[in-house]
């Protein structure tokens, strides 16, 4: 999970580079009229939290985004008992719905399972997976099979398939940020290394009587590393011939639309992806649990404690390397797809001094205290005096 929140922002704008930043789906929330009553477009949001109410004795929020004013969320971060395959233990899906019950987003949970080129390791790994020792065994795929051989089934069993594709720009990103990693299994001569790649599928399925239509993206990680060929090794040769795989499917995003409407819906997909903010203490907590996974037992619940505390303690200390680290990652994707996505800015709300990430494709956004924000690219767009409520607009945080 703690891969895909890293994530999130890459592969939500390598799937979106399709659509037009600048195209709007006409709802009633956000669509609206000036004072001189020609149309002004508009987005009100408001900020939701995803929270983990289970993992660490007390809810704890994981991250937060915006989302329409007018959507309902369900879902958020569950732990379930998998220690066969502790990648598999903390589990992210949360759905953001419209009101017509038809758009949305949602992020599925990942998916982790092992292969091998060697016939006897397969049957092991099979034999472990059935008795709950091991991760599910499964053939070496990339994303694109991943999605319709795993994902689809699972998920979305009735969906009819439309198209699938890789996504080169992001499959060149992650291989990137997967390459630091493999200089440090060089660097403790371990003959292991770390690839992967991003696809995504078009799906058509049916809600009720009316038809939608779904893109689902997801990017696939797999850790190779060399094994001895069990046949050789009984005639005495102890070469490392083979190749076995530990594979993640991971970042799974779906946004959904009525049929004829998920492209035109792009720029507001675009526009909740990238209001996703992580929470540093989440990430920290989580990330130390899983390095300390084979200590887990009886007393799980005082030991996952015991790792928030020491988390939040450690990133008290780091607070600003973290976010100085997740400013240079978005910059760096703002770069490459800058000319079809827009970027992020930061506003800061004057009634609470909160900071606020929003894209930085409108070029006014106003505040109601309460959670809800409206986004507009007219200077002439007043809410005060169009939604007759109390707003007040929020300067960026550069112009401060």
């Known amino acids: 999970m703690i891969s895909f929140l890293r994530r999130l922002v890459l592969v939500s704008i390598a799937m979106l580079v399709a659509h037009p930043a600048g195209a709007l789906s006409a709802d009633p929330q956000g669509q609206s009229t000036k004072a001189d009553g020609s149309p002004a477009g508009y987005h009100r949001m408001k900020m939701v939290r995803v929270m983990d109410p289970e993992g660490w004795g007390q809810p704890v ?8 004013s007018d959507w309902k969320t369900e879902g958020g971060v569950r732990w379930v008992a998998d220690l066969g395959c502790p ?3 903390i589990r992210l899906q949360f759905r953001a719905t419209a009101p017509d019950g038809l758009t949305g987003i949602e992020f599925l949970p990942n998916y982790t399972w092992t292969s091998s080129d060697d016939p006897m390791m397969q049957q092991i790994l099979q034999q472990q997976a059935q008795s709950r020792m091991g991760c599910a065994f499964g053939p070496a795929a990339g994303a694109v099979d991943f999605l319709r051989q795993v994902l689809v089934p699972q998920f979305r069993r009735d969906a009819r398939l439309l198209s699938a594709e890789p996504l080169p720009g992001a499959t060149k990103e992650l291989q990137q940020s997967l390459a630091a990693i493999n200089q440090q299994y060089a660097a403790h001569g371990l003959q292991s290394m770390s690839t992967g790649d991003v696809g995504r599928v078009r799906l058509a399925y049916k809600i009720g009587p009316r038809e939608v239509e779904e893109w689902i993206s997801a990017s696939v990680v797999a850790n190779v590393s060399a094994g001895m060929n069990a046949a050789a090794m009984m005639q005495g040769n102890y070469t490392a011939t083979t190749r076995n795989y530990q594979l993640t499917g991971q ?3 779906a946004m959904r639309a009525p049929k004829g409407q998920l492209d035109s819906n792009g720029a507001l997909f675009s526009l909740i992806f990238k209001s996703v903010q992580l929470n540093p203490h989440y990430i920290a907590a989580v990330t130390q649990f899983y390095a300390n996974i084979g200590r887990i037992n009886a007393q799980a619940n005082a030991e996952r404690s015991r790792i928030w505390r020491e988390a939040q303690s450690y990133i008290d200390k780091t607070r600003r390397e973290t976010y100085e680290y997740q400013q240079r990652t978005q910059d760096r994707i703002s770069e490459q797809f800058g000319q079809m996505v827009r970027g992020v800015e930061t506003y800061v709300d004057p009634r609470s ?12 956004a106003w505040s109601n205290g309460r959670g809800e924000y409206i986004l507009t690219e007219s200077g002439n767009f007043d809410p005060r005096v169009v939604l007759q409520e109390d707003w007040t607009l929020m300067k960026k945080e550069h112009e401060r």
């Open 251 to 253: 970042d799974i995003l």
């Open 61 to 68: 929020e994981a991250f937060r985004l915006l989302i329409p």
């Open 353 to 364: 001094n909160e900071r606020v990430e929003l894209s930085s494709g409108y070029q006014h």
């Open 87 to 89: 990648s598999n233990i």
